[in-house]
């Protein structure tokens, strides 16, 4: 059982899809999003914090290569975008009129014309992968015959990412190396979102490699910290890499078998979290 844990990232609380990073013993159950901050960490202990992207793309000859927009995510845009058997045993289009290419042993096996919108799921085969072709990149299908061979070439961005086998998004990056970092604009927050004072949640690193996990509740006679007042916060309580995690009803924090910080009656159900495990003696 987890000593303490919190609420992780964000997620569509109406398909309860995950919209961001999630990685664990090196494998992307969720693909990062918009560039939006993130927390590495490995099991001796060490935590990293930066902006993460993922950057795929797929290889069909010697000099072309087609860029995938998203891995296993919620977050829906035109382009193309990859699903693995870490999304669930099969795949149903999340936009009209897709097509879907299957993909097994790094060679097109199958195609498949998507309808409407969750309608009619596809198998996700465990030796591959499918591609969903939404949007202007429906006509990129066509460069994708059966059998034809393909590779992927992946990185993440910051590389120091690659190091760490498990990783959380959230966002917006609120410290980096003692340094109020907050910019929600560029991590494609809203101005009203960043400035909205509401109940909030952190995960951060101290000079010492220290974790700590804070729920921000309302102050006395008003309301929750704005995102400003939230690195602010955090930096007082001595951390110098710090992450704002998905807030308001989501925001939980749990110690010894009950949550601390709220009323279970009061706490909305979340997609993730993070949890902090005591080696056993």
């Not at 950057?55 to 995510?73: D, F, G, T």
């Not at 998507?114 to 198998?123: L, Q």
């Not at 992946?154 to 966002?171: D, Q």
Request: contains cysteine; hydrophobic residues 40%; charged residues 15%.
């Amino acid at each position: 059982f987890a000593a303490a844990a919190i609420n992780g990232g964000f997620f569509n609380r109406k398909n309860r899809l995950q919209l961001g990073a999630i990685r664990r013993d090196n494998q992307w159950l969720s693909g990062p999003i918009l560039n939006r901050g993130a927390i590495a960490w490995n099991d001796a202990g060490q935590f990293y914090m930066n902006r993460l992207s993922l950057e795929e793309n797929l290889v069909i000859s010697n000099n072309q290569k087609l860029p995938i927009s998203h891995l296993n995510s919620g977050y829906v845009q035109q382009g193309i975008a990859r699903y693995t058997h870490l999304w669930g045993q099969t795949y149903t289009p999340l936009t009209d009129n897709e097509t879907i290419t299957e993909v097994r042993n790094n060679r097109v096996t199958k195609q498949y014309a998507g309808g409407k919108v969750g309608v009619g799921a596809v198998p996700i085969p465990k030796d591959g992968y499918l591609l969903a072709f939404r949007a202007n990149a429906v006509d990129n299908a066509q460069l994708l015959p059966i059998g034809k061979p393909l590779r992927i070439l992946s990185s993440t961005v910051s590389p120091e990412f690659n190091r760490y086998p498990h990783v959380l998004g959230a966002g917006p990056l609120l410290l980096k190396d003692n340094q109020i970092v907050l910019d929600a604009q560029a991590e494609k927050f809203s101005k009203a979102f960043a400035e909205q004072k509401a109940i909030r949640s952190a995960i951060c690193t101290t000079p010492t490699g220290k974790l700590i996990i804070a729920a921000v509740h309302n102050r006395a006679g008003g309301k929750g910290p704005s995102l400003a007042e939230h690195a602010q916060l955090m930096q007082q309580l001595g951390c110098v890499n710090a992450l704002n995690l998905d807030g308001g009803s989501s925001t939980s924090l749990y110690l010894g078998g009950q949550l601390l910080d709220r009323s279970p009656n009061t706490a909305a159900s979340v997609h993730n979290g993070i949890g902090i495990f005591l080696p056993h003696r």
